[in-house]
């Protein structure tokens, strides 16, 4: 698994970037959010974090300007009848923290509003995705001291992988400074969820 290329941007369209790593050229599709972040680096350094997807007939490769967005979009894609290029322009077409909104909103509409998305399929996705990236997300983004929506989403992910509930996460984020770098606030989470535990 590639989690990320680092190189230099070879070229770049509204669909895909070509990043050269030594010579080798890694071609990878990439959202209009990612575009816009990176458009003015050609011929400069660049990091991608990357999701390759592998079907019978093609592999291809997809880069995102945050492990946020790549976050976002393997949930995309568990969805059934959401393939790459539909949660490619999903997130071409809603920034991550207007998702979770629509997503905790119930907001189908809206997210039908993204080209090659349906309103059937917008419904889908909101009940297979609003325990996953719902409300609390979007909760803590907004009410946590200091912001920082894409850190914030980091540690939940994080510590929701080590069996952690979100939502009990999300809470001790609520109580914490999220200015503070990934590390000592992923540690100070941790903290607070084991004196919770430890009542």
């Known amino acids: 698994m590639i989690h990320f290329v680092h190189g230099t941007l070879a070229k770049i369209t509204n669909d895909y970037a ?12 990439i959202s209009l959010s990612t ?4 458009s003015m680096k050609s011929g400069k350094d660049v990091l991608l974090y990357t999701y390759m997807a592998v079907s019978e007939d093609n592999i291809a490769l ?12 393997t949930r995309l894609i568990s969805v059934s009848g959401i393939g790459p290029k539909a949660a490619m322009s999903i997130l071409g077409t809603f920034s991550p923290d207007d998702l979770r909104s629509a997503i905790a909103n119930g907001d189908a509409k809206t997210i039908a509003q993204a080209q090659g998305i349906g309103l059937k399929t917008a419904q889908k996705l ?19 001291k200091g912001g920082n929506s894409e850190k914030i989403v980091q540690v939940v992910d994080t510590l929701s992988l080590y069996g952690f509930p979100r939502a009990k996460v999300t809470e001790a984020l609520k109580k ?11 540690a100070q989470t941790l903290r607070v969820l084991g004196k919770e535990s430890g009542r």
């Open 126 to 144: 909101i009940i297979e995705l609003k325990d996953k990236v719902g409300a609390s997300d979007v909760e803590v983004s907004t009410s946590s």
């Open 18 to 29: 070509v990043i050269d790593c030594g010579g080798v050229g890694f071609k990878m599709g």
């Open 176 to 186: 914490l400074d999220t200015s503070l770098p990934l590390e000592e606030l992923i």
């Open 35 to 38: 575009v816009s972040k990176i």
């Open 62 to 73: 997809y880069g995102f300007s945050d492990e946020d967005e790549l976050s976002l979009f």
